[in-house]
Nanobody
Framework: QVQLVESGGGLVQGGGSLRLSCAAS????????MGWYRQAPGKQRELVALITSAGSTNYADSVKGRFTISRDNAKNTVDLQMNSLKPEDTADYYC?????????WGKGTLVTVSS
């Protein structure tokens, strides 16, 4: 059974930082691309950051230079370091595992950035 469990969300003032973590189980973690997505109220879910099995990264333009995605294949975790947070970063953040068979999603963690 595949499980993705996010942690690290919360309330932070604008300009602050948070670090999200996703613990994966039930998949061969090192073989899969992993990503963080977010969904703000009334908006569609969007890609925030992606890290491939080889370690290449890709970011949404809105977070480039502020967010950093990383993975630890020994611990089966993927993290998202978020700096210089803005109110528009407020959303539910979801961990994603892109496997050969299908995509898997965590239940999400809420990030709220106050102005």
């Amino acid at each position: 059974q595949v499980q993705l469990v996010e942690s690290g969300g919360g309330l932070v003032q604008g300009g602050g930082s948070l670090r999200l973590s996703c613990a994966a189980s039930g998949i061969i973690f090192r073989l899969n691309n992993m990503g963080w997505y977010r969904q703000a109220p009334g908006k569609q879910r969007e890609l925030v950051a992606l890290i491939t099995s080889a370690g290449s990264t890709n970011y949404a333009d809105s977070v480039k230079g502020r967010f950093t995605i990383s993975r630890d294949n020994a611990k089966n975790t993927v993290d998202l370091q978020m700096n210089s947070l803005k109110p528009e970063d407020t959303a539910d953040y979801y961990c994603n595992a892109h496997t050969w068979a299908r995509d898997y999603w965590g239940k999400g963690t809420l990030v709220t950035v106050s102005s």
